[in-house]
Structures are given as structure tokens and as C-alpha cells.
């Protein structure tokens, strides 16, 4: 077992990650409706500049559970390893799908059932397998770790290559190429993170009466999340605006969260004391989720319908409604009623002179 052995605040931060992809997921459900509501009323919808939504009590509520649960995604990190905390994120889409085919009459096809169970089934095995973090509960240990050799590498390696994708990537192939501002928001996102944990424990000192506010760490802190969540937005933004959402999501989720794993087990060492079956079971976890991500976000539109079988699977399909065909037939005939032979006989000879007449006239 990995850390789900271990301390009791991990199955806070569980619970809270949990929480929190609820919450985000149901948030989208209760803006859309609300949107929806307006549009029904005729008044100016969203995309063509209108703010009406703004007085719509459904849209003011689905932006209540979202920051509801931005904040209970916070304070997970403050309590579980990043490295569980984020790959659990992806639970948020499969309540937002699921919620969307019960409320929204919007239809979930094969491939999204699929990934559905793929993304619980790989969530289930991450929490199974979670990594154990080293435990950091001062802001002058969270220091230690941040002046580790190994972290300052990492991070100027992510700044010097997001520089390089903004300022040489960028002009040249941002508008046809997905993966240049998606880089860039998974990159700077891994930093933001630490960010979040460091912040995380400094709430969590405040909160026990030690004087956090007179320590500069926690500022600092503050002021790169700030720019790194900021950078996210305009990045993502960017990415969005150009290329579909159902292409970028999928891509996003699979760079960020593996950002995310890289810069906790080098910051955290998340992985240095995690025997060989949990390693195996945390990235299968994590590649079973990415999967199930892959096909809610890749084929939601495509509708499936028998004639995207395979040629063999269609030619079974093909025998098999055949043979119950002739199984239908047999058994109607089965079910007709006998007729006696003199009945048959006197049937025969009244059809004949039915005939006859016909032909005479």
C-alpha cells in the first residue's frame, strides 16, 4: 500500500479532492441550465455579448459550487500527495458527462460509458497505490525543499523552455501546432502547484496561531501563483481559441498532470521510497485514466451506429439476425393451427372455385 496506509490526513485530502471534482462537475450543469433558462426567456445570450445570466439565480449557484470546489482542491493539497491530488481531477469531466446525459438530455455515447468507467477504475487504482510524500509541515521546511538542487533545475529548465514556446514556438507554429500552448500551461501549471502545497501549509499554520503573515516564503508563494495561474489562463485561453476544446482537454490533462507528478517526486520525493508494485499501479492508474479521458473528449460527438463494426463483426451480426429470422419463421409456423385433412381438402376445392369465377369474369 502506498500513503493510504499511512497518516489520517491523507484520507482528508482524498476526500477533499473527491469533493472537489463533485463540485466542479455539478458547477457546469447548474450554469449551463441557467443559461439555458435565459435563452428560453429571450433575452441576450452569453456568446453574443449579453450579461444577463447575471440574474439568473442557477448561473450564481453553479459559480458557488465551483469556487466551493476550487477551494476544497486547495486545501487537498495541503493534506494529500500532488500526485494523487491531480490525477483525480479528471473525475470532475465524468461528473460533468454523467450529470449532463441525466439533466441536460445530452447523450453519452459508448465511447463516453467507456471512458467513464476506465477514469473510476484508474482513479480507484491511483488511490489504492498513492505515493507517500515526504512530510512538510513548516514553511521552513517547505524552504529546505525549495532550495534543493534538483527542484532549482527543474524549474529553470520549465521557465527557459516556456520562454523558448512563447517567444520562439510560438510565433512560428502556435497556430497550427496544439501542443506549443498547451506545453506551456502544463509547464508553468507543475509550478503553481507547488505553489498551492507551500500555501497550503502556511493556512494551515496560521490557522494553529503561528505569526505566517510576518514570513516572506509565504508571500512570495503567493505572488508565483499568481502569475503562474495567469500565464495558465492566457495560454489555455489561446489554445482553446484556436483548436477544438475536444482535442486540447484530453492533451492538456495528460501534459499537466504529468508535469505536476514530475516536479512533486523531485520537490517531495514522492517516489524515492515506493516499492516497485506501487510504482507499477500509480502509472497504470494514471495511463488507465488518461484513457478513459481520451475517449469521453475524443468521440463524444461521433455518433455509434452497427455500421462502424468492423467488417467481420458486421458480417456476424448479419448471420445472427439471419438465423433468428429463420428461428421466427419456424416457430410461426409452428404456432398455426392444423387443419384437418377434410377440412384442407374442402379449403383446396372452394379456393379453386374462387378462382375459376375470378378468371370467368
Known sequence: MGAAGGRPGFYLGLGLALASSAFIGGSFILKKKGLLRLCRRGRARAGQGGHGYLQEWLWWTGLLCMGVGEAANFAAYAFAPATLVTPLGALSVLVSAVLS?????????VHGKIGCILSVLGSTVMVIHAPQEEEVSSLESMAEKLKDPGFIVFAVCVLVSSLLLIFVAGPRYGQSNVLVYVLVCSAIGSLSVSCVKGLGIALK????????????????????????????????????????TSVVTPIYYVLFTTAVMMCSAILFKEWQHMVLDNIIGTISGFLTIVSGIFLLHAFRDMPFTPDLLPLFLQQGRADLHASWRSADRHQSCQHQPLLPSEDKGSQSAEDGEEQEEGESM
Do not use: H, M, T
Request: with cysteine; glycine share 4%.
Open 101 to 109: 446525459s441525466i439533466f441536460l438530455n445530452e447523450r453519452l455515447n
Open 205 to 244: 499554520e496560521l490557522f494553529s496561531g503561528k505569526p505566517v503573515l510576518k514570513e516572506p516564503l509565504g508571500w512570495v508563494l503567493l505572488v508565483c501563483l499568481v502569475i503562474c495561474i495567469s500565464v495558465q489562463i492566457n495560454y489555455l485561453n489561446k489554445a482553446l481559441d484556436i483548436f477544438n
